[in-house]
């Protein structure tokens, strides 16, 4: 039974209620998340950890209203994410949900300094007008609050894999967003610079005061996290705070 009430008058960021995704149908039917409640507060830290296969890019997706939920519901804010269609949903993310994925993603014939300005430029409405939230950083700020001001110019194939993560964390800041969503930050890189990438997104963090919520398996990760809920098969077995 669901035990936490997202419809109450609250504070939460963004809630799940019930929600349950499942891939695929008939023999091949994979249930990935089975009834999970999450409510996240503004300005959070929190880890979503677990074995591979257990749900979190599942749930860090329903989270970014990129996977629509099978059943249950997801509030952003006092709107429910889940009824709303794609675009709509689009719009949503683009006001205040920003992603970093699993891998950097970025657009390969684009310099460093042009994939984070073409973020800037999300949520702008198509007459000029600008998104709700102000952009407060230019993409060459952005670069330079994640220590590459030298690799304005640079192409992602000329940047090494940690530079790329973090060319991936500025582009996301672009969007001055209230929740980012970090799927394996750390995923490929050696654990120098893994600490490096993870120091700066702390330091992010706590500078620019967005929730932060980051997928992983590794426990030495997922420590610095306020609070971390522990999925295994789908399902959340457990909450603590390191
Ligand atoms: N597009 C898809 N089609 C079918 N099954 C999928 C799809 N995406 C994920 N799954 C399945 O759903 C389950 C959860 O996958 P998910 O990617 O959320 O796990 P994860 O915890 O992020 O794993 P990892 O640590 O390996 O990234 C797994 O059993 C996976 O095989
Ligand atoms: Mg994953």
């Known amino acids: 039974m669901s035990n936490v009430d997202i419809t109450a008058p609250r504070t939460s960021l963004i809630g799940c209620d019930g929600v349950s995704v499942s891939y695929g149908h008939g023999p091949s039917l994979v249930t990935a998340l089975h009834a999970v409640e999450l409510l996240v507060e503004p300005g959070e830290r929190l880890a979503l950890w677990g074995r591979s296969g257990s749900g979190k890019t ?12 099978n059943e249950g519901r997801v509030m952003w804010k006092t709107s429910e994410l889940s009824s709303l269609d794609a675009a709509a949903r689009g719009r949503r993310r683009a006001e205040g949900i920003a992603y970093v994925f699993q891998g950097s993603n970025l657009l390969s014939h ?43 110019d640079a192409l992602p194939g000329e940047l090494s894999g940690g530079e790329a993560q973090r060319v991936a964390i500025a582009r996301a800041l672009a969007q001055s967003p209230e929740l980012l969503l970090c799927d394996e930050p750390t995923g490929h890189l050696d ?21 932060l919520v980051t997928a992983t398996h590794d426990a030495g990760v997922a420590a610095r996290a306020e609070r971390v809920i522990e999925l295994s098969d789908g399902r959340v077995i457990g909450e603590s705070s390191p």
Do not use: Q
């Open 58 to 69: 599942t749930l860090l997706h329903v989270l970014g209203g990129l996977v629509v939920p």
């Open 110 to 152: 684009f310099t460093a300094f042009e994939n984070v300005a073409f973020a800037t430029l999300l949520g702008v409405k198509r007459d000029g007008g600008r998104a709700p939230r102000p952009r407060t950083h230019s993409p060459e700020d952005l670069l330079e609050l994640v220590g590459l001001s030298s690799k304005l």
């Open 191 to 211: 654990s120098d610079t893994a600490e490096r990438v993870l120091d700066l997104l702390d330091g992010l963090h706590r500078e620019l005061s967005f929730a």
